[in-house]
Every structure is written in structure tokens, then in C-alpha cells.
């Protein structure tokens, strides 16, 4: 069973707007890592942004957000202020396994981002 | 400069051939990973390894074998490819414990194409 859900498969924007990407997760972990990563068109796989499960406020990394809704189970991914090179692939992915046990993480199917000028 | 390696990048085969892929980090990190990227872009992890310690393996065939000599490299081994195994390998590396412990960083990734 699917434990990672990105619903959006596309999306176009214009430059300098700010776009959400949606992600919902399944787990029985009382304790989680959930992040999200973009692949650009070289197909390098970037890491940008974490949220830990047991933190109450949302991560920020540049002009990168997260908006942790944990009773909705959802991770959605902000990003304000988009640019050009923004367009990309995006995963939201989650470190399936209990400390100790092996860690390995799941992952969405993946949101192409588009930005125009 | 400190980062993921793979080599090669692009690899063409035949079916039964036998292929290796190496990778190698430079982080510091202590645990490794195998990730294979479908056509449709899928991610899936293959195996994990822990300081030379193998701690998941998913189900793959039987002719996927990974290989670690140290904490900083982790190979693949590929024994009579089949068609099927087209695709993107993608080797990764985190923390086992600690600060940023299970935040992984990709290589550049291998391409396979088996004809």
C-alpha cells in the first residue's frame, strides 16, 4: 500500500508567485521524519527541507516552508517568491522503519513544477 | 569536495551480461543506500547498509547484490541483467543517529540500459 500520496502531478506558475505542493502520509509510527526533495532536469536529486514528527513549528529553509498538519497527516511543501530554476520534479518523501531497525524512506510519485517568466 | 560519487554514469548492456556500480561519499556519514528510479520516475530503496553492515533489503531479485568495503562505499552488482532492470540507480548516504540523523543525499545516479 501506497504509504506516500503527492495527488498534483503538474503544476504551472509564474515567476515570483508562491506555490503549495500537497503530500498526505500513512504511518503507525508515534515517531516520524518527513521531507521533500526536488530532481532537476539533470536528474540530480536535491534534498530541501525536513519536518520532524515531533516538532510543533513548521521548518523553514530559505524560501522553502512546510505546512505540518499532523492530525490531517499531511506535509505540504511552500515556496514563495518562485524562480525559473524552481521548475523541477518535487518529492515528498518519509523514513519508513523504527530507530535502530534500519531506515529507509518512502516516496511520493513525484509533482513536476513548471515556472514561467 | 564533499559529496555523493557514482560511476558510471551511463552504462549499456545485453540481456545476461553482468554489471557492477560503484559509489563512494565523502560525507562522513556512516550508512549507505541503493534507490532504483523507474521510467516513470518511481523511487524505490534496494538495500541499506550500516558501516559495512547490511540493514534492509527489500525485496529485489536474487541477482542484485550489494557490496560494502567501508562506511564510504557501497557497490551494486548486477548478475545477468535482464530488460526489466532499465533504470536510474541512485546511491545514497545519511546519519544513522544524531544531528540531521537520516537525511539523505543523493549521487548523480547511474543510468542502465539493458537491450
Known amino acids: 500500500a501506497q504509504k506516500v500520496t503527492q495527488t498534483q502531478t503538474s503544476i504551472s506558475v509564474m515567476e515570483k508567485t508562491t506555490v503549495t505542493m500537497d503530500c498526505v502520509y500513512e504511518t503507525q509510527d508515534s515517531s516520524y521524519f518527513l521531507f521533500w526533495y526536488k530532481q532537476t532536469a539533470s536528474g540530480e536529486i536535491v534534498f530541501l527541507i525536513r519536518?520532524?514528527?515531533?516538532?510543533?513549528e513548521n521548518a523553514t529553509v530559505g524560501h522553502y516552508s512546510l505546512n505540518f498538519q499532523k492530525p490531517k497527516s499531511s506535509i505540504g511543501l511552500i515556496i514563495t517568491a518562485t524562480q525559473i530554476e524552481d521548475s523541477a520534479v518535487y518529492f515528498c518523501?518519509?523514513?519508513?522503519?523504527?530507530?535502530?531497525?534500519?531506515?529507509?524512506?518512502?516516496f511520493g510519485k513525484g509533482a513536476k513544477l513548471t515556472v514561467s517568466p | 569536495e564533499t559529496a555523493v560519487f557514482q560511476t558510471p554514469n551511463y552504462h549499456v548492456t545485453q540481456v545476461g551480461n553482468e554489471v557492477s556500480f560503484n559509489c563512494k561519499q565523502t560525507l562522513g556519514h556512516d550508512t549507505m543506500y541503493w534507490y532504483k528510479q523507474d521510467s516513470k520516475k518511481l523511487l524505490k530503496i534496494m538495500f541499506s547498509?550500516?558501516?559495512?553492515?547490511?540493514?534492509v533489503n527489500e525485496t529485489v531479485p536474487r541477482r542484485f547484490s550489494p557490496q560494502s568495503s567501508d562506511k564510504a562505499h557501497l557497490n551494486l552488482r548486477i548478475k545477468s541483467v535482464e530488460p526489466e532492470d532499465s533504470a536510474v540507480y541512485l546511491c545514497?548516504?545519511?546519519?544513522?543517529?544524531?544531528?540531521?540523523?537520516?537525511?539523505?543525499?543523493f549521487g548523480p545516479g547511474t543510468r542502465l540500459l539493458v537491450l
Open positions: 547498509y550500516n558501516n559495512k553492515q547490511l540493514i
Open positions: 545514497a548516504s545519511s546519519h544513522y543517529w544524531g544531528f540531521n540523523q537520516d537525511t539523505q543525499y
Open positions: 518523501a518519509m523514513r519508513e522503519g523504527q530507530q535502530g531497525t534500519g531506515s529507509k524512506l518512502s
Open positions: 519536518q520532524d514528527s515531533y516538532k510543533k
